[in-house]
């Protein structure tokens, strides 16, 4: 848990424009506003695509997770590019919403000779996985965190630990009554 706080400070796979329509993408793809407190979802995807930490499949007809990133961060330029004249980092938020909506309106169709459904899961996919996997976040999903350091002082089937309370309706348990 302590390493997710610890973010490296420099990017280890992602070159500065990939890294730069990275965080626009993430921005754009989680709601993270500029200025709010944000968690540092590119450097963790970063982190895990240097250290070769895929979930160790793919799908077919796409490429390795990082050549997907590499390539898809690239058509979002060329897109941007062709649509604005500029790379989709420096376009405004509101473009960079029509962009990947267009992209994810594509459904599993085409896209730079990708299936855009599929390029859409590779983004989300390890956006949501960064975001989630950050302690700051871990509150608004109702995860109170690991067990450690403080551990389990009482395991096994009902018994609580000190801090837990009773449930109220305990004779609706569908594993006693055997439903």
């Known amino acids: ?9 420099e990017m280890g796979f992602f070159t500065p424009a990939e890294q730069a329509a990275a965080i626009a993408l993430c921005d ?10 944000r968690i540092p979802v590119v450097a963790l995807i970063d982190a895990r695509l240097a250290r070769v930490e895929t979930d160790g499949w793919r799908y077919a007809g ?6 997907a990133w590499r390539d ?4 979002l330029d060329e897109d ?5 004249g500029r790379e989709f980092a420096r376009c405004r938020p509101a473009d960079q919403r029509v962009i990947i909506q267009t992209i994810q309106d ?6 730079h000779g990708l299936n855009a459904a599929r390029v859409w899961s590779v983004w989300t996919r390890y956006a949501c996985t960064a975001f989630y996997s950050h302690p700051q976040v871990w509150n608004e ?18 018994a609580r630990e000190p801090f837990e309370v009773a449930d109220h309706h305990p004779a609706d348990d569908p594993v006693r009554e055997g439903y």
């Open 80 to 84: 941007a590019q062709a649509m604005l």
């Open 106 to 111: 594509t459904g599993s169709r085409d896209w």
């Open 1 to 9: 848990m302590l390493a997710r706080l610890r973010i490296p400070q």
């Open 141 to 158: 999903i109702g995860f109170p965190g690991p067990a450690y350091p403080r551990g389990y002082k009482h395991p096994g089937v009902d």
């Open 28 to 37: 754009r793809l989680l709601g993270q506003q500029q200025g709010a407190p």
């Open 62 to 67: 796409m490429p390795e997770d990082a050549q």
């Open 72 to 75: 898809t961060l690239r058509y």
